[in-house]
């Protein structure tokens, strides 16, 4: 009875509530993961890639995320640094995290750092095809321009808060979508 007084509340909360109650459920949790499907289309690669994997989130900051298919990678931040490891490159990719007060980026928020409301214009939007029925689309635009994506839409479970799929959209037109098993 609880979800559906949440879920009709929902419905009538508009983009800055919305941001605000999901800001403050994900600034309780302290870890989590989520297998994922991750699909890009568009842009520089002008074709469809979809890959699959695994998330892990343990806050502040800290991340890893492991692509299985097609191809064996990973990405791992300790809050400082992250690492990008392709294997058949056989090499590591080290780069700075930004810090929280910079820290816009859409995987950044999931793992603790950012902060919805502060960083970004939200609005609400149509729920992009595929996601799951039910679901509330949110999008954000960054208050400050970003090199790797120009406006993003979190997807939402009305009753839970919590996020079912990300889209981000690129400078070049490239579209990344995320979404859990």
Same mark, same amino acid.
Request: charged residues 25%; aromatic residues 8%.
């Given at each position: 009875?609880?979800? &559906?007084?949440?879920?009709?509340?929902?419905?009538?909360?508009?983009?800055?509530?919305?941001?605000?109650?999901?800001?403050?459920?994900?600034?309780?949790?302290?870890?989590?993961?989520?297998?994922?499907?991750?699909?890009?289309?568009?842009? &520089?690669?002008?074709?469809?890639?979809?890959?699959?994997?695994?998330?892990?989130?343990?806050?502040?900051?800290?991340?890893?995320?492991?692509?299985?298919?097609?191809?064996?990678?990973?990405? &791992?931040?300790?809050?400082?640094?992250?690492?990008?490891?392709?294997?058949?490159?056989?090499?590591?990719?080290?780069?700075? &995290?930004?810090?929280?007060?910079?820290?816009?980026?859409?995987?950044?928020?999931?793992?603790?750092?950012?902060?919805?409301?502060?960083?970004?214009?939200?609005?609400?939007?149509?729920?992009?095809?595929?996601?799951?029925?039910?679901?509330?689309?949110?999008?954000?635009?960054?208050?400050?321009?970003?090199?790797?994506?120009?406006?993003?839409?979190?997807?939402?479970?009305?009753?839970?808060?919590?996020?079912?799929?990300?889209?981000?959209?690129?400078?070049?037109?490239?579209?990344?979508?995320?979404?859990?098993?």
């Amino acid at each position: 009875m609880l979800a &559906v007084i949440l879920a009709l509340s929902l419905a009538d909360v508009d983009a800055s509530q919305l941001a605000q109650s999901l800001q403050k459920k994900y600034d309780g949790i302290k870890d989590f993961s989520a297998d994922f499907i991750h699909t890009y289309e568009g842009g &520089v690669l002008k074709k469809k890639i979809t890959e699959r994997g695994r998330l892990l989130i343990k806050k502040p900051g800290k991340m890893r995320w492991e692509y299985t298919t097609p191809e064996q990678k990973s990405f &791992v931040s300790d809050g400082m640094k992250m690492y990008s490891y392709i294997p058949k490159d056989k090499q590591v990719i080290i780069a700075n &995290v930004p810090p929280q007060d910079q820290a816009t980026t859409p995987t950044l928020f999931l793992a603790g750092k950012g902060n919805l409301t502060r960083d970004f214009t939200a609005t609400l939007a149509d729920v992009p095809e595929g996601m799951p029925a039910g679901s509330r689309a949110l999008k954000l635009v960054p208050k400050s321009r970003q090199r790797d994506y120009d406006w993003l839409v979190l997807v939402i479970d009305p009753a839970t808060l919590d996020i079912r799929g990300l889209v981000t959209v690129d400078a070049q037109g490239g579209k990344s979508t995320f979404f859990s098993r």
